[in-house]
Structure formats: structure tokens, C-alpha cells
């Protein structure tokens, strides 16, 4: 998607900036790539190449100079050697090519160790790599310069903020003890580093933009079923608002929603969305990236579409409007992959099987669910929900259904248990 050279932008401050703060910059904002990540059991490698080799053209078409990844580059801690490969690939390439800086930071399902391994080596392509928070803020406020060595941008580089690193843990406090720290937390870091990004951008002679970066919730953002957001803090606290973000970031580049969005109808507060739909409730989304042009320290921001390399669907009904659905896809040649989802009044025993009767080999069965069968049979042994049904909290409170928990306790024994995993993740990230 071709976007103008020159915007109004230019010609409203061409009159009031020094000539070299008036030529365009172009920012590329994306997160979530998620590289390793299956869908059912089905890998997903050659969507993820795709996308990274029509990412490298179009930072070469649009003369992209800074590259912005708000988190979770991985889907997994330990990710694969060949999502590795991916990775490194990429970066091999787009340090030769007219982008002249990089900027990565963690997510929550990223590993900062494994992150930050190769970051002094990386750090001589240009590609700047921020794990995790450190005692030194100048590790994330981050000075850029052109292929001339004139300041270009002021990046605050603000990674996943684990709950240690922005909160201190009393005993006996209460979730909404826990809320307000962990709120707090952020909105005093954010500040922490707007306030040197600010020190920084005083000290040059330059109106450059300062950007930021951020992996957390936003309060009001969307989520799509099955995308695999995970909760970032315990309890699903800590969903910020827009107001936390100081007012001196010219754009803040924001990660761990998949669903491209604004946060509180700010043009210059954007999730870029996850370039791959992570799971059927994302099938029907169109898939995008920000492209942020600055000039004279005003940012425009454009969305620039991704393709799609391969279609999901997702057919709910009954078994006529499934087979109807099916037989559509085929006749259009589809090569989508399919979740089917079963609503009719009947019961139907043998679904799986009458399903692999009627599905093409151009169509690809990924999962089925059987609603009917769940809703009649879910506390008997022969139930077809699957553990791939549930998420790990939807089975604790299975347990709890199972041994007649009184509701009103759950919230508080829900609450425990989060805890308690988000301890156990805690100590495994330790343990890398």
C-alpha cells in the first residue's frame, strides 16, 4: 500500500523548524509476531517466513528507517531452533538493508535472557534489544541518529514490566492493594523514563519526536476469543489507562493486543495488532501494521494492510448449515482451515466422522467441538471436551464446580490460584 512522500505536515512546519528538522522519518510499528506458535498441533513456519520476507519489502519500499517490536517476538520461552533461525534471518537482513535502527523489546511470552543473549552483538547492526527493566534507565531511553550522525528520534524502550520489577509485596495485602501498586508501578516508570527522554530531547537543538513502547493491557482494549492473550499480572489487574503515558511521547508503540485498535480513540496510542491471526476468533480480522511518519516532532500515523498467506474459518450451526458452509468453501476453492462448531438441537455421536465424510482435501479439519455433547454430558467421563476446550483457570474451576465449591468463594480461591501460577511462571523465567 503506496503512502505520500510528503504529508500536510510538512507544509504546516516547514515554516517553523530549522531545515534539518524537516525532512520525513518513517517508523514501523509491529508486535506480536508470536514465531513458533501452533495452532492445534499445526505449525505455522511458512506463514511466519512469508511474513517476515513481505516485512523486508516493505521496509525496503516504503524506506522504512526504524523498526519498532513491542513484544513477544516468541510465543514461547524456550522457542524453537528453526523459529530462531526465523529471527535471526530476518535480522540479518534488515540490517542491510535502508533501515537504519532496530528496536526490540520483551514481551510476556518472551524470554528476557534468551532475549538479551546476542544484545552487545546485535547492538553493532543498529538493533537495539531491551529484555527486561535495569537500574539504569539510559538502557531504555535511547538516542537515535541518521546515517549523518544528527539526533533523529528519542526512543523509550519500556519492555513487559514484570510484577518484581514494579511492585514491592506486602503480606496481607488485598487485590485492590495489588491493582493500585502494580498501576502505580507503571505510571511511575513510564514517568521515570519520559522525564530523562525529555532531559535528552532539551539538551539537543533538535524538535525530534520522542516514541515509547509498551507491552501491557490497556483498559477498554479488544481481545479476540482463542488469541491466546494471556493475563499479564494476577487476577487481570493492571489494565492502564491512556492517561498513564506522559504527554511528551510523540507516539507510543504498544504490544499484546492482537487486534489492531486505538487505545482511547488516540491516533498516537496504537496496538499494531499481531500480523498472523493467532486463532479462529481472529479468522475475520484484517491484519495491519503502523506506519508513523514524524516530521518537526509531529507523528501521522497510516495503516499499512498485511496479507493473508493462510485463511482460517471457523463454521458454527447445525449440521445442515455446517454442511451448506462446507460445500461453499469447496465449490470456492478454499484451502482455509477449519473449526467446526456443532449447535444443533440433535445429538450426533459419530460428528468427527461424518464431518471427515463431506470435508474436501483442499480443507483442513484443525478442530472440532461438539457444543451439543459438551453442554448434555459435561460432568460425565464420556464428555468430548478436551483439555485443548479449556484454559488452565477454566479447568481449576471445573475442580471447583466438581466439588461443590459455595460461588460466592470462588473469587477469592480464583484469585489464589492465579496467584500461585504467576509465582510458578515467575520462578521458571528465573530459572532460564
Known amino acids: 500500500m503506496p503512502v505520500a512522500a510528503t504529508t500536510a505536515v510538512d507544509v504546516l512546519c516547514c515554516h517553523r523548524f530549522p531545515l534539518i528538522e524537516q525532512r520525513l522519518m518513517k517508523i514501523l510499528h509491529t508486535s506480536d509476531w508470536h514465531l513458533g506458535r501452533l495452532l492445534y498441533g499445526r505449525q505455522r513456519y511458512s ?3 512469508a511474513f517476515l520476507d513481505w516485512l523486508l519489502q516493505v521496509i525496503e519500499q516504503q524506506q522504512i528507517e526504524v523498526l519498532l517490536v513491542a513484544g513477544d517476538v516468541f510465543d514461547t520461552t524456550t522457542p524453537s531452533h528453526r523459529a530462531q533461525q ?31 543473549a546476542p544484545r552487545a552483538l546485535l547492538r553493532q547492526l543498529n538493533i537495539h534489544v531491551v529484555a527486561s527493566v535495569s537500574d539504569d534507565l539510559a538502557d531504555e531511553v535511547l538516542l537515535l541518529r541518521d546515517r549523518h550522525g544528527n539526533p533523529q528520534l528519542i526512543v523509550c524502550a519500556v519492555p513487559y514490566l514484570r510484577d518484581r520489577d514494579i511492585r514491592q509485596v506486602d503480606a496481607g495485602e488485598s487485590i485492590s492493594d495489588k ?16 522525564e530523562r527522554a525529555e532531559q535528552m530531547r532539551q539538551s539537543l537543538s533538535a524538535a525530534i519526536p520522542i516514541v515509547a513502547l509498551g507491552h501491557l493491557f490497556a483498559a477498554g482494549g479488544q481481545i479476540s476469543d482463542g488469541d491466546g492473550v494471556r493475563d499479564l499480572y494476577v487476577g487481570s489487574l493492571a489494565h492502564v489507562s491512556a492517561a498513564i503515558f506522559p504527554p511528551c511521547f510523540d507516539y507510543v508503540a504498544l504490544g499484546h493486543l492482537h487486534v489492531p485498535q486505538q487505545v482511547a480513540g488516540l491516533e498516537s496510542v496504537r496496538y499494531s495488532g499481531s500480523p498472523l491471526p493467532m486463532g479462529f476468533g481472529e479468522a475475520k480480522q484484517q491484519k495491519s501494521l503502523c506506519l508513523v511518519e ?24 447445525d449440521w445442515p448449515q455446517i454442511e451448506q458452509q462446507i460445500g461453499e468453501l469447496a465449490a470456492a476453492g478454499s484451502q482455509s482451515w477449519l473449526e467446526i462448531v456443532y449447535r444443533g438441537e440433535a445429538l450426533i455421536s459419530d460428528l468427527r ?27 460425565r467421563s464420556d464428555s468430548e471436551e478436551t483439555l485443548d ?3 488452565h483457570q477454566q479447568v481449576f474451576e471445573r475442580c471447583l464446580q466438581a466439588h ?4 460466592h468463594q470462588w473469587p477469592e480461591l480464583i484469585a489464589s490460584y492465579q496467584q500461585v501460577v504467576q509465582s510458578l511462571d515467575e520462578e521458571d523465567r528465573q530459572a532460564e
Do not use: M
Open 47 to 49: 506463514e511466519f517466513a
Open 86 to 116: 526465523l529471527y535471526y534471518h530476518f535480522l540479518q537482513r534488515v540490517a542491510a538493508s535502508c533501515c537504519q535502527h532496530v528496536i526490540i523489546t520483551a514481551g510476556n511470552h518472551d524470554s528476557p535472557t534468551f532475549l538479551a
Open 179 to 194: 491493582e493500585q501498586k502494580l498501576i502505580e508501578g507503571i505510571r511511575v516508570h513510564y514517568a521515570a523514563v519520559a
Open 294 to 317: 514524524c516530521v518537526a516532532g509531529k507523528c501521522l500515523v497510516s495503516l499499512i494492510k498485511v496479507p493473508l498467506w493462510q485463511s482460517l474459518a471457523r463454521i458454527e450451526g
Open 353 to 379: 466422522e461424518r464431518l471427515a465424510a463431506i470435508t474436501p482435501p483442499s480443507l483442513t479439519l484443525l478442530r472440532i467441538k461438539n457444543s451439543r455433547i459438551i453442554e448434555q454430558l459435561l460432568t
Open 389 to 391: 476446550d479449556l484454559s
Open 404 to 407: 461443590e465449591i459455595p460461588p
